[in-house]
């Protein structure tokens, strides 16, 4: 299996799962848009509807693979249920950091270089049930680094 970044044996399952899936996330999202272009591209309306017919089905396929990430990792959970299905500014939800007045004043919402802002996104109460390498015998490998 390709896309690995790291030696396929250091890998727990869980680990090799979590990429595979990520992959697919990835490859879904892809087709939904190649088949979007060829909908808006295409001149014949019959072909178009099977496009669009087609390009939902992936939009389905990318959601059920997103809601097994979810269900599987604790970062992905807590940054989904913080951004999604949400009202109002999508970027006022993240928590500010103690550089955002600093970059808000130089008149973006960037912030400064080495702070990606991302905030705390390690869940430290794991619910039952989540993927975690170490229940595996692997050594702790948090999918986010805690502070
Ligand atoms: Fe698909």
Redesign the pocket.
């Known amino acids: 299996m390709n896309g690995y970044h790291e030696p396929y044996e250091s890998l727990a399952p869980p680990d090799r799962d979590l990429h595979r899936a990520l992959l697919s996330l990835k490859e879904?999202i892809e087709?939904v848009d190649w088949y979007h272009q060829r909908v808006v591209t295409c001149t014949d309306q019959d072909l178009g509807q099977v496009l669009a017919h087609n390009r939902d089905?992936?939009i389905e396929?990318a959601c059920m693979t997103l809601e097994w990430v979810r269900r599987t990792s604790p970062a992905w959970d807590l940054a989904l249920r913080k951004f999604v299905f949400t009202e109002g500014s999508i970027t006022q939800k993240e928590r500010p950091s103690p550089s955002a007045p600093l970059a808000a004043s130089r008149g973006h919402a960037e912030p400064p270089r080495g702070d990606l802002a991302i905030g705390r996104l390690h869940d430290p109460v794991e619910p039952k049930g989540r993927h975690d390498s170490r229940a595996a015998g692997a050594p702790e490998r948090a999918l986010c680094p805690t502070p």
Do not use: N
Request: hydrophobic letters at 20%.
């Open positions: 879904e087709a089905e992936e396929h």
